[in-house]
């Protein structure tokens, strides 16, 4: 995300269309004519005219921007509720009153998702509550931001505990080192309506779902899912948008991580008008699978550029990608990803940047393409762009030759394809590898150098740490 970007917490990615309306008058009077949205269901936006004080006067809604980046959005799968497959207690009442209940702006990332849907990440928050199948109580899993794995509270958490929790969470978590030390000064210092854990958290395989165009929802309702490729909203049309929901009694207006957002509960007999409107303003409501299933970082033009290209390589060799998503980061290493791969953009060296040297990615998935699993394994490093659809395109048809290997009948007993345990040196500053059978081409290392064998002034490729800085990990490679 652009460091320079100030923010709308929309919380849950939940707005009303006069709330949405209230926003976009707001970042008008800034002299804006777009708006991004975020992964956590938020809008981002510059703002080098007006301070943000002056916006915040002009809001009804007492809407406030916020530029400091310690602050998180809630994030919650509301939008998933009525279209999309629902946890039999869940319902959308739940999520607006718990909504409801936050009075502070959290520090740490808090999401609340429903286990049977995919549109909205469940595991890439600090604290995750995630909807068990007793009415009412909530799996959670916590991985703080100094932690390095995550791990599952020991009880279920009741529903309007949840804020409470979240609070007294967001005091402690500085000195907190593990699950079992925080669960203790949580059960000592709240009285909250816990319910003992019979089984453990199993979220289904789920395939990715189309998000997009006009849609049933249920007897005599429709609903809506529109996507911008560039993720840069026309505030005109979205005012124009807020005002046709509100000629026609539709109340809610929802943000999704993928950067588009859905609008819910259509009368049947507002269709034809609704249709007119789209199709009056030229606007596509049927992207292809290939396009909609990726996640990139917000107002970043060469991550677009490069979604474009493998776009347009995958449909030149008529390559399916159903139930596949794809993301492309600039964070290497981090495992936070929601997408089932990952083209990770390694930075330029100091080094070499006057150089005008060409980026290499590496491609990392999830195991099972799954991001629910958690287990983040290496694909391919440091290749070059041109290497990277023929990579993607063998990586799609594994995912395809293992699919639906995860509900085979039990007792038939899979040979299951292990990771292989690979010793590299990495970079503790930026994460950048030295693997002895590689060597480092850029360097003029050969292949099979071993790293005690390098002279002692070798430094990082990358940041330009010195040899001492590397350290021998283990990495997974399929």
């Not at 399916?320 to 998503?325: D, E, N, V």
């Amino acid at each position: 995300m652009n460091d320079d970007l100030n923010r709308i917490l929309i919380k849950g990615g939940i707005t009303s269309p006069g709330e949405l309306k209230d926003i976009i008058t707001m970042l008008e009077a800034a002299g804006l004519s777009e708006v991004y949205f975020g992964s956590r269901q938020d809008l981002l936006f510059p703002l080098e005219n007006l301070r943000k004080d002056q916006l915040e006067n002009i809001s009804k809604y007492s809407t406030d921007v916020i530029s400091d980046r310690t602050f998180q959005n809630i994030v919650c799968s509301y939008v998933s509720v009525d279209i999309f497959d629902t946890t039999h207690w869940l319902k959308g009442s739940t999520y607006l009153y718990l909504l409801e209940q936050f009075d502070f702006l959290p520090k740490l990332k808090i999401n609340i998702t429903d286990p049977k849907q995919r549109l909205v990440p469940i595991f890439n928050g600090n604290l995750n509550f995630v909807a068990s199948e007793q009415e009412d109580y909530w799996y959670l899993n916590v991985r703080l931001p100094h932690w390095k794995t995550s791990a599952y509270y020991p009880v279920l958490v009741y529903s309007w505990d949840i804020v409470h929790l979240c609070r007294a969470i967001e005091e402690v978590f500085h000195t907190m080192d593990n699950i079992d030390q925080l669960f203790a000064i949580l059960n000592q210092g709240l009285n909250t309506n816990n319910k003992a854990m019979d089984k453990k958290l199993a979220v289904p395989f789920l395939t990715f779902p189309y998000y997009e165009g006009m849609n049933k929802m249920g007897i005599d309702q429709y609903w809506l899912g529109l996507y911008w490729r560039n993720n840069r909203y026309n505030l005109d049309f979205l005012k124009a948008m807020c005002g046709f929901c509100l000629d026609n009694s539709i109340g809610k207006i929802c943000i999704t991580p993928w950067k588009s957002f859905i609008i819910k509960g259509i009368p049947k007999e507002s269709r034809p008008e609704l249709e007119r409107f789209l199709g009056q303003r030229g606007i596509n409501v049927r992207h292809s699978q290939l396009e909609m299933n990726w996640h990139l970082p917000v107002d970043d033009q060469e991550a677009l550029e490069l979604k474009k290209y493998l776009v347009n390589n995958f449909d030149q060799n008529d390559i399916s990608t159903y139930g596949l998503t794809f993301g492309i980061s600039n964070d290497v290493g981090k495992q936070s990803h929601f997408s089932s791969i990952v083209i990770e953009r390694n930075p330029i060296s100091t080094l070499v940047a006057e150089y005008d040297a060409k980026p290499t990615y590496n491609v990392c998935h999830f195991k099972d393409f799954d991001p629910n699993t958690a287990q983040y394994l290496v694909y391919a490093q440091d290749v070059d762009k041109k290497e990277l659809p023929n990579l993607l395109i063998e990586l799609s048809k594994h995912y395809f030759l293992q699919l639906g290997q995860q509900s085979e009948k039990k007792g038939k007993k899979l040979e299951e394809v292990k990771p292989k345990s690979h010793m590299v040196h990495q970079c503790r500053n930026c994460l950048t590898i030295y693997d002895e059978a590689m060597g480092e081409p850029q360097s003029n290392i050969d292949k099979n150098t071993k790293f005690e064998d390098l002279p002692e002034e070798y430094t990082c490729l990358v940041c330009g740490a010195e040899k001492g800085t590397f350290e021998l990990v283990e990495l997974a490679m399929v």
